[in-house]
């Protein structure tokens, strides 16, 4: 059995950059509560740290995925545990590996397509066992690797 978790760390950084946007728009949305005139870049900045914070918070909630790999199955758990979808390996149409070289160091991220439309996406930076997952595929899986990435 393979498991695939999110790092803390990096949902950490994200949930301290949460709280200092949510901190920000709930102190300038009393500030502007509180004035007697406001100025219309308050208005603007207000909007513009919300509208961020709630971006950002799609995005953790829609990243989270914890992915095992068991018994010729994979279990995708998302949205910290409340949906999850069981994908079966017979079913496997193609997966890839993209590597990009960056300042510091190899980012790369695994994708991998089933035949129902259903695919699954992690990454070596957000993700535990990011290598474990990808030698399994590599050794079982080889000949549904995607033919476009092959070098």
Same mark, same amino acid.
């Given at each position: =059995? /393979?498991?695939?978790?999110? %790092?803390?760390?990096?949902?950490f950084a994200i949930g301290v950059f949460l709280i200092? !946007?949510?901190? !920000?728009?709930i102190y300038l949305l009393?500030? /502007?509560?509180?004035? !007697?005139?406001? !100025?219309?870049? =308050?208005?603007g900045l207000f909007g513009f740290v919300l509208i961020i914070a709630f971006v950002v918070t /799609?995005?953790?909630i829609g990243s989270y995925k914890k992915v095992i790999i068991d018994k010729n199955r994979v279990d995708v758990f998302s949205?910290?545990? @409340?949906? %999850?979808? #069981? @994908?079966? @390996? %017979?079913d496997m149409e193609v997966w890839r590996e993209e #590597?990009?070289?960056t300042a510091n160091g190899m980012?790369?991220?695994?994708?991998?397509?089933?035949?129902? %439309?259903?695919?699954? #996406? /992690?990454a070596n930076q957000e993700h535990d066992n990011y290598e474990k997952v990808a030698s399994y595929f590599r050794k079982h899986y080889k000949k549904n690797e995607s033919k476009l990435d092959r070098k």
């Open positions: =059995m /393979i498991v695939a978790k999110p %790092k803390i760390n990096t949902f200092l !946007s949510y901190g !920000s728009a009393t500030d /502007i509560l509180a004035a !007697s005139e406001v !100025s219309i870049w =308050m208005y /799609i995005k953790m949205f910290f545990g @409340l949906v %999850k979808n #069981r @994908l079966y @390996l %017979k #590597r990009v070289k980012f790369k991220q695994f994708e991998v397509s089933f035949a129902n %439309k259903k695919s699954f #996406r /992690i």
